[in-house]
């Protein structure tokens, strides 16, 4: 590449973010797409099919492996996923009016409305009675970037990082996608047979959008943290199900826009 810094240019090697297509199938039928960072992909889709009401847990999932997808050399991408579901278990409909499309860029792509997307979680969110300090809070958004190694070389990846209400990390993963970190997070809790996830915190880099409050409301999660700005629809879906909603977390203040109980204030005095 060539570096430009003011007056001076120079030639030099870098390092980026990798992003491939991952297909999901469902015993061998194709349900989704998915520009993603390759890495933690069995997380990816369970987190996947939880946050969008296919599967309840990891009992629901049968089996999985990756599929012969070859490139022009013969070798193996490793960018095909199939899911055999647990008998008993629905297979959802995958027609064009429930296209599961999404990208790297934008995290609610191909849905054919917002009310194709407002999965109804099976946990009661609002009566978490999770309470989390104001400076563990704070403390989070440091904490999320330490622990971003792959950030570190290429400065082009988001990460989810899921936490307690103590501040205790418990999972952390980095993606091109800000929903495919989500979703590595969640997998991790499914496979682990831990959902609901209640009690902790989910802390994600760059914004909180309608995609994000869903996700975190599939998988039991009563706090959302981010460090840039909520969008409207994630904030009235945050208010619906109970979860409290925390934008631009960064430096020692916030924006806590719901269920602001949840937060403990320190004294004044």
């Known amino acids: 590449m060539l570096r430009i ?28 797409v998915t520009m993603r960072t390759p890495g933690d992909d069995f997380d990816l889709v369970h987190g996947f099919l939880a946050t969008e009401g296919v599967i309840a847990g990891h009992d629901d999932v049968a089996g999985l492996r990756y599929c012969d997808s070859v490139d022009a050399d013969g070798r193996n991408t490793y960018n095909v996923v199939d899911v055999d579901l647990a008998p008993g278990v629905p297979v959802p409909d995958t027609g064009l009016e429930r296209n599961f499309y999404t990208s790297s860029s934008c995290g609610v792509c191909g849905k054919a409305s917002i009310d194709a997307i407002r999965t109804r979680t099976s946990y009661d969110v609002a009566a978490d009675g999770a309470r989390v300090p104001l400076e ?83 998988a039991g999660i009563p706090v959302l943290a981010a460090v840039s700005a909520p969008s409207s629809l994630a904030v009235e ?33």
């Open 237 to 269: 879906l945050a208010r619906e199900v109970g979860i409290t909603l925390v934008g631009f977390l960064r430096g020692d203040g916030c924006n806590v826009y719901t269920h602001q109980d949840r937060i403990v204030l320190p004294e004044v005095g």
């Open 5 to 32: 810094r003011g007056p001076q240019h120079s030639t030099r090697p870098d390092t980026v973010a990798a992003e491939e297509p991952l297909e999901i199938r469902l015993a061998g039928t194709p349900l989704a």
């Open 136 to 218: 563990v809070l704070l403390a989070l958004p440091d904490r999320l970037r330490a622990e971003q190694q792959v950030f570190e070389k290429t400065g082009g990846l988001h990460a989810a990082g899921l936490f307690t209400a103590a501040g205790e990390l418990g999972a952390l993963r980095e993606d091109v996608g800000r929903h495919n970190a989500v979703d590595k997070v969640i997998g991790d809790a499914v496979r682990e047979g831990r959902l609901p996830l209640a009690g902790h915190v989910l802390m994600v880099s760059g914004r909180a959008s309608f995609e994000l409050t869903q996700k975190a409301a599939m």
